[in-house]
């Protein structure tokens, strides 16, 4: 299959998209499955992997429905407070819907940079384990050490690094040196951590104006650090909307993966993400 490891889909009076800029068009309005059809059946992807984009159970639950009712969508990340204990049920109840894979807390809008160690939480990081469930980590280039504490506090946790940690590409197009100490994290990641890397939301890191060459060096070094088998692509649709359509973007991961084999390159645009979520 040829997978969409991460997408949003959303409808904004729902009123939890607390993250959502009232004045960015292009993200606040509803988003459903009939929106992304034609970009999945013109770049031939098979089925594709919903991520929740709000703080709160009931979206995980809209998510689902969606799922229940589109053939497409394979599998969906959802979301349960880490700061309830009493959410664990949440997480049983959830766990038992053929669909549901796993969760992502939104720990890069989470000002306190520790609270994904903090001892009140970790009870949700046994969960996952104990429930066999998958963990998004969710995170900017300051959260890398944390995220490899956990790693190491929990080998058994089922870890991949959304969005290749969020370099700022548009940074480093202005001219500063964010890539060397990203690219010695994101290695250490790789050879220290069994998790997996979305190849995904490169471009919103980027600003306006970018080319592919801003892209190429942070995306070159996820591909040798972590290896084909461990990376998988994600249009994040539609965030990516504000610098590039879908098509846009599927079109520039093909031509960063283009040196690549063939049996690698299935491994990156659905490989990894059927094996890592287990997709039906």
């Not at 991520?51 to 709160?56: E, H, K, N, V």
């Not at 104990?130 to 959260?143: E, I, K, S, V, Y």
């Not at 506090?153 to 700022?168: E, G, S, T």
């Not at 995904?200 to 972590?226: C, K, M, N, Q, Y």
């Amino acid at each position: 299959m040829r997978i969409d490891a991460h997408h949003h889909l959303w409808q904004p009076v729902r009123g939890d998209y607390d993250w959502m800029p009232k004045d960015i068009e292009v993200l606040n309005r509803p988003y459903a499955p009939r929106d992304l059809v034609p970009h999945l059946n013109g770049q031939r992807i098979d089925g594709t992997v919903l991520i929740q984009a709000a703080a709160s159970v009931e979206e995980t639950e809209y998510m689902l429905g969606l799922a229940d009712a589109t053939d497409s969508i394979k599998g969906v990340v959802g979301w349960i407070n880490f700061e309830q204990p009493s959410h664990l049920h949440h997480l049983k109840r959830l766990a038992k819907h053929p669909k549901f894979k796993g969760v992502r807390p939104m720990i890069q809008d989470i000002p306190d940079v520790d609270w994904m160690l903090r001892d009140d939480v970790q009870w949700a990081y046994r969960a996952l384990v104990d429930l066999d469930l998958t963990f998004d980590a969710l995170g900017f280039p300051q959260h890398i050490l944390n995220f490899l504490t956990l790693a190491e506090r929990y080998p058994d946790l089922q870890l991949v690094y959304d969005h290749c940690m969020k370099p700022q590409i548009r940074d480093a197009m202005a001219g500063e040196d964010v890539f060397s100490e990203w690219a010695a994290g994101m290695s250490r990641l790789a050879g220290e951590t069994e998790g997996c890397c979305k190849f995904s939301a490169l471009l919103t890191e980027a600003d306006i104006g970018w080319s592919i060459d801003d892209i190429r060096p942070f995306a070159l070094h996820v591909l040798a650090a972590f290896g084909a088998d461990r990376v998988m692509w994600g249009s994040d649709w539609p965030v990516c909307r504000v610098r590039a359509e879908y098509d846009v973007w599927f079109e520039v991961a093909e031509a960063l993966t283009a040196h690549l084999s063939e049996e690698e390159r299935a491994d990156i645009f659905g490989g990894t993400a059927a094996r890592f979520y287990r997709l039906a």
